[in-house]
């Protein structure tokens, strides 16, 4: 397993995150049974994944908590979420609380403000983050996160504000090879500020459906974002297979060897899935010529999550 230093938290943790949520959380919504959702959590673990992202929402935090349990607290990194929607000071009070119960632990390694709304963020940097602060100081979180709602704000609005205040920690940002927009609007700053970056949508649908894919490159191609002429009109991107063994690894792979991330999630319910998405993280990157063309290709593209 590859290691990496989570940005400025000094954090040191697996390349490879497990994601609690997601289209799959952990089973949850294929309905596993908690014993073989908490099997992947521990096959993880057996693979040397020391990162382990979750939410409230998602439901998945109790799973991760008895998967954990027995392993000792420094030799995992648990990421957790507050969810901005109805949140109030005492409501974040009762929710940590509430997760640090399910997940047995008296700390959070990194604890976020999930999916914050261009609009809302003023409301909570003033009313929310000295809350998340004074929790800090009381020894219930170690480091301060924020998540974009990339599925709509797909330029990054938020978090280009985010980063004018010296608060987060940690940003969870969406990108992939689809669109790699984050590469200037975000990660150009993070890297200067040494902010710890967990990579979100490096896979979604577009990129693991190929009728999904089809059709969100016509889209693209329809909207003037990309030229028909740097893709393959019978298989777009065919020339992916010189360097990679299938769409889903050379996603990862992408991802991975972007300047300026740390963690890349990736979410399963199945053990065969995450055993290969493991593989993906043992191998080298992507060949200069295959990164540099997919950099081409998608250059434009600022429009599409990749869902």
């Known amino acids: ?57 998602y439901g998945t935090e109790e799973i991760v908590g008895k998967a954990i349990a027995g392993v000792k607290r420094d030799a995992v990194v648990l990421s957790t979420k507050k969810s901005t929607d109805e949140i109030t ?40 983050v000295p809350t998340f602060e004074q929790l800090r100081q009381q020894g219930k979180i170690r480091f301060i996160g924020i998540t974009e709602r990339f599925g709509s704000d797909t330029k990054h609005t938020m978090l280009q504000r985010a980063l004018q205040d010296n608060v987060w920690d940690v940003m969870m940002v969406g990108f992939n090879f689809l669109n790699q927009s ?55 991107l065919k020339f992916l297979q010189t360097d990679s063994p299938n ?15 740390h963690v890349i999630l990736s979410g399963t319910g199945s053990p065969d899935h995450l055993r290969e998405n493991l593989e993906a993280f043992t191998r080298p990157p992507l060949s200069p010529a295959t990164n540099q063309r997919l950099k081409h290709i998608f250059q434009r593209v600022d429009t599409i999550s990749g869902q």
């Not at 596993?32 to 992947?40: G, L, P, Q």
């Not at 967990?198 to 089809?214: G, I």
């Not at 490159?217 to 003037?224: K, M, N, V």
């Open 1 to 57: 397993m590859k290691y990496t230093t989570l940005g400025r938290t000094g954090l040191k943790v697996s390349v490879f995150g497990l994601g609690g949520g997601g289209h799959s959380r952990l089973g949850k919504s294929q309905d596993k049974t908690e014993a073989e959702s908490v099997a992947i959590v521990r096959q993880a673990l057996d693979a040397d994944v020391n990162f382990i992202d979750t939410a409230e929402g």
């Open 89 to 128: 000071p005492n409501a974040v009070r009762t929710s940590l609380d509430a997760s640090l119960k399910r997940l047995g632990t008296d700390y959070i390694d990194v604890y976020h403000l999930h999916g914050v709304a261009p609009d809302d963020y003023e409301r909570l940097l003033n009313d929310i």
């Open 182 to 236: 984050a590469r200037e609007r975000v990660f150009a700053a993070t890297i200067q500020q040494n902010i710890g970056v967990l990579v979100m949508f490096a896979v979604r649908r577009a990129l693991s459906d190929p009728q999904r894919l089809r059709d969100t490159l016509s889209q693209l191609i329809g909207s003037g974002l990309v030229d028909p002429a740097d893709l393959d009109a019978d298989e777009p």
């Open 247 to 261: 769409l889903t690894d050379a996603a990862y792979r992408f991802c991975i060897d972007e300047p300026g991330t």
